[in-house]
């Protein structure tokens, strides 16, 4: 996408060549005692792919499956949804590759704390703000917090000297974003990344004049993403249908009542036996007839050449991170089905966490009213502003987005090298 879309720039390859790779990607590998006594030596990462619009930003992930090329991929993600969200960060992401399964709380929080001390010299307010990802959780950031503040004297403050102590703390608060509420966490956060996903339905019902009450929608897996998509959108008047979980799903053409949904999976672990629907696999919810907007807030690459040419919704809003493929996407393309790119979908995450670090930096607190009333109109004029390159120009919802995100970046570019 990142080549088409320089290519519907008409940019040069150089340019093309450049942000394919990160600026900066670290390896470390860094010692922690283990229970047994023993010391373990652990690899992790951070990839700084550019800071053009603002400091890096993303997450930082614990597992097994981490690694070098797709830490560089993730940060590169994270550039172009922090472009099309507008908003003052670039792109980096990091990880630590680990089973957080096998270690017990006290290793976890002395692995969190090492691999903080490893990458010290990287990140900051201003450089770089890390998040949660992939197991790892505010817990995990309010003891990197914590660890970060303790190298605070070798590291951030020799460029806030000067401040007060009061603002010196809030600085190495902003540091992290996903921290825990009572840490300098931000209000709305939890359900930011889902209802800005409703924001987006409710600007594409007004652009295609969708009814609410007669439009059905699937949502595959009813995680913190999914869950509060389904809530908000039910609230709206929207028809959620169908729902999953990884082992299961659910299907009544009535439409499913979201609270009674979530308590059944809370008490029984799983959609497993819910009374008085029809049960249904994760591959056929995909492909359901009858249905308007199919919601895939999963995992990566479920919808792909085998089952794009079958999928009957009319738009897929892309709620989780990369679920369709490459292939996939042209086939949709051709079917004329509108596919609202991740990027853009689910970015009301990565809006509040930059609205946590402006809560930080500032001092201030704000209401989860006042987040969330901030987070609509920026999502909103994200869409439109896609949505005005795709009527005018005749291309996917995708390739307007990263171009809009890659024109940012190189505009940010230009006017850094005027300063
Ligand atoms: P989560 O772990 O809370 O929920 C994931 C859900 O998917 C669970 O209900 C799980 O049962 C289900 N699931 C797992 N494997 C499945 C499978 N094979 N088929 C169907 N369902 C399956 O995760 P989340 O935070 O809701 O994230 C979901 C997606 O959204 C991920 O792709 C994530 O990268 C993306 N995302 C999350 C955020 C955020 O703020 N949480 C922000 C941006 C993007």
């Known amino acids: 996408m990142l080549k088409l879309a320089c290519e519907f720039l008409k940019l040069s390859p150089e340019i093309y060549q450049r942000f394919r790779e990160p600026e900066r990607i670290v390896k ?32 930082l ?29 670039g792109g980096g992401k990091g990880g630590v590759i680990v089973d957080t399964k096998k270690l017990s709380k006290t290793e976890l929080e002395r692995l969190s704390r090492a691999f903080v001390r ?24 309010d003891w990197m917090v914590d660890e970060y503040t303790k190298l605070a004297p ?34 709305g956060r939890t ?34 993403v999914g869950e509060y998509f389904a809530r908000h959108a039910e609230k709206l008047g929207f028809k959620i249908v169908a729902m999953s979980d990884s082992q299961s799903g659910i299907y009544n053409a009535s439409g499913l009542d979201t609270e009674t949904v979530m308590s059944y999976k809370q008490i029984n672990g799983s959609l497993k036996n819910f009374p008085g629907v029809k049960a249904i696999s994760n591959a056929q919810l995909l492909i359901l007839k009858n249905i308007d907007v199919l919601v895939p807030a999963a995992i ?38 509108l596919v609202i790119p991740d990027i853009l979908a ?6 509040v966490s930059y609205f946590e670090w402006y809560q930080n930096m500032h001092n201030e607190k704000w209401t989860k009213d006042e987040v969330l009333a901030k987070l609509k109109p920026k999502l909103v004029k994200a869409f439109n ?32 090298a005027l300063k």
């Not at 490893?118 to 950031?141: H, L, N």
């Not at 590291?155 to 300098?184: H, I, P, R």
């Not at 919808?303 to 949709?332: F, H, R």
Request: positive net charge.
């Open 118 to 141: 490893a990458i010290a010299e990287m990140i900051g307010p201003e450089k770089d703000v890390p998040a949660p990802d992939m197991y790892t959780t505010p817990k995990i950031m």
């Open 385 to 416: 502003e896609i949505f005005k390159i795709v009527e005018s120009k005749k291309v996917s919802m995708r390739l307007s987005a990263y171009a809009i995100a890659i024109k940012r970046v190189l505009t940010a570019e230009k006017n850094n």
């Open 154 to 187: 070798r590291t951030v403050l020799k460029d806030t000297q000067g401040l007060s102590l009061a603002t010196q703390t809030s600085v190495t608060l902003a540091t992290f974003t996903g921290k825990s509420l009572n840490n300098g966490g931000s209000e």
């Open 300 to 337: 990566e690459e479920v919808i792909n050449k085998k089952n794009a040419d079958k999928i009957n919704a009319k738009y897929v809003i892309e709620m989780a991170n990369g679920p369709t493929t490459a292939e996939a996407d042209k086939i949709l393309e051709k079917k004329k089905v």
């Open 346 to 351: 689910n970015s009301g995450g990565v809006t």
């Open 28 to 59: 470390v590998n860094f010692p922690v005692k283990m229970d047994n006594g023993k010391t373990q030596i652990f690899t992790g990462y951070r990839s700084q792919h550019n800071n053009a619009l603002g400091p890096y930003k993303g997450g």
């Open 191 to 224: 359900e930011a990344t889902g209802l800005g996903g409703v924001y987006i339905l409710e600007a594409l019902a007004k652009k295609k004049k969708l009814i609410p009450a007669k439009t059905k929608i699937a949502v595959q897996g009813i995680g913190n």
């Open 61 to 89: 992930r614990f597992s097994p499956m981490v690694d070098e090329q797709e830490v560089k991929n993730l940060s590169a993600w994270m550039t172009w949804k922090c472009a099309v969200a507008d908003i003052p960060f």
